[in-house]
């Protein structure tokens, strides 16, 4: 995963720089954008629950400050407060699995819970799973607020 986030990041950079050229805020704009790239990486080279999850909540941050880019925009304030009221709303759901992560393995490392993961009762591990899943859906809600130049 982690080829083709930085594959499809330098890319973005790439088309921004054109993009961005007679923007007078160009280093805010790709300060945020370098702060996205960043926190992909740490989520995606995660080894447990927690650094997953403190890539997955700095990623909103940087989604909210890059949708929220040209501020003195109405449509785009507008835009960045549905995204972040969507993401913390995702972000229950996320913590309540890890929560009950914590209490059914004892862990948040990947490699202990999938290997005592047969031993733990199905229904708690579904519970687990549908809270996860419920947390990535309202963080991807998002996408559709953004706003373009």
Known sequence: ???PVLVVSSLVHLYAMGY???DPHQPRFFSYLSMFTFFMVIL???DNYLMLFVGWEFIGVASYLLISFWFTRLQAVKSALSAILLNRF???FLTIGLFATIWCFGTLDFKSIFSI???INPNVITFISIC???GALYFECHS???VTK
Do not use: P
């Open 1 to 3: 995963m982690l080829i």
């Open 144 to 146: 559709k607020y953004e």
């Open 117 to 119: 993961s047969n031993f």
């Open 132 to 134: 996860f899943l419920l």
């Open 20 to 22: 961005m050229e007679a």
């Open 90 to 92: 995702g972000d229950t």
């Open 44 to 46: 995606v080279t995660a």
